[in-house]
Structure formats: C-alpha cells, structure tokens
C-alpha cells in the first residue's frame, strides 16, 4: 500500500501539552529535542524561531537584530529570510488546525486532555486531506 506524499504545510506531530506557563524551549527539551539531536547527528538540521535560541546542535534559528545603530549584514538577512519563509509553512499548519477545529480555538481544559484533542484533531486533519 502506497501513501500520498505529506502535505508539508501539515504538521506530522504535535508535542503534549505541558501545564502551566511552561516556557517553549524547556517543553521542547522534554519532547522533541532528544530527536532532533540525533537527526542533527545525520545531518538534517531543524529550523526554529528565535524562542530556541541556545536550543544545542543543529537547532537553527535567525541571528538576533544587533544593538541600536548597527545593522545586519545582506547575508545574515538572506539567512533570516529563509529561516522565516521555510517556518512559515509550520505557522500556516498550526493555525490551520486552529480555524479549522472549534475545539481548539479557547480551550482551557487539563493539560492532558488538551493533548488528546489536538492529538485527534491533527489525526483527523490528516485523513479529511487524505494524508
């Protein structure tokens, strides 16, 4: 059996909710970095917004706008240009999911059962667009 290729403004996995105000990189370090090291080590990097700054080996992100009256170089706006373009199809899925499913427009339920429905609504996504 073959499968469709995956949509890549499509999340393939969505990371559990963490409790409280659980900053991005500390989640991120639980769930998801572990493996993106190891990918690293194959040499796929992963790109990210500026919040995984210090994130570890193969985590890209855009260089930091220096301080007042220095500018950025044409290459280091290139590379900011690309970060943000390419992540731009993560942001357009995220919100996909959100306009798309009602559940997960104000939600404020347990953590754990926050995961479930976004678990089952990114399921759900995948199957209504046949991936």
């Given at each position: 059996?073959s499968?469709?290729?995956?949509?890549?403004k499509?999340?393939?996995?969505?990371?559990?909710?963490?409790?409280?105000?659980?900053?991005?990189?500390?989640a991120?370090?639980?769930?998801?970095?572990?493996?993106?090291?190891?990918?690293?080590?194959?040499?796929?990097?992963?790109?990210?917004?500026?919040?995984?700054?210090?994130?570890?080996?193969?985590?890209?992100?855009?260089?930091?706008?220096?301080?007042?009256?220095?500018v950025l170089d044409r290459?280091?706006?290139?590379?900011?240009s690309y970060?943000?373009?390419?992540?731009?199809?993560?942001e357009?899925?995220?919100a996909?999911?959100?306009?798309?499913?009602?559940a997960l427009?104000?939600?404020?339920?347990?953590?754990?059962?926050?995961?479930?429905?976004?678990?089952?609504?990114?399921?759900?996504?995948?199957?209504?667009?046949?991936?």
């Amino acid at each position: 059996m073959s499968y469709p290729p995956a949509d890549p403004k499509s999340p393939l996995w969505v990371s559990p909710v963490e409790p409280g105000g659980t900053h991005d990189l500390s989640a991120a370090r639980i769930h998801a970095l572990p493996l993106l090291y190891v990918a690293a080590g194959c040499g796929v990097p992963t790109l990210a917004d500026k919040a995984y700054t210090g994130a570890g080996a193969g985590i890209r992100v855009p260089v930091r706008r220096p301080r007042r009256g220095q500018v950025l170089d044409r290459s280091t706006r290139g590379w900011n240009s690309y970060v943000n373009s390419t992540r731009a199809f993560v942001e357009h899925g995220i919100a996909h999911l959100k306009t798309r499913w009602r559940a997960l427009r104000r939600v404020s339920l347990c953590p754990w059962r926050i995961s479930a429905i976004v678990a089952t609504a990114l399921v759900l996504s995948q199957l209504e667009n046949r991936y």
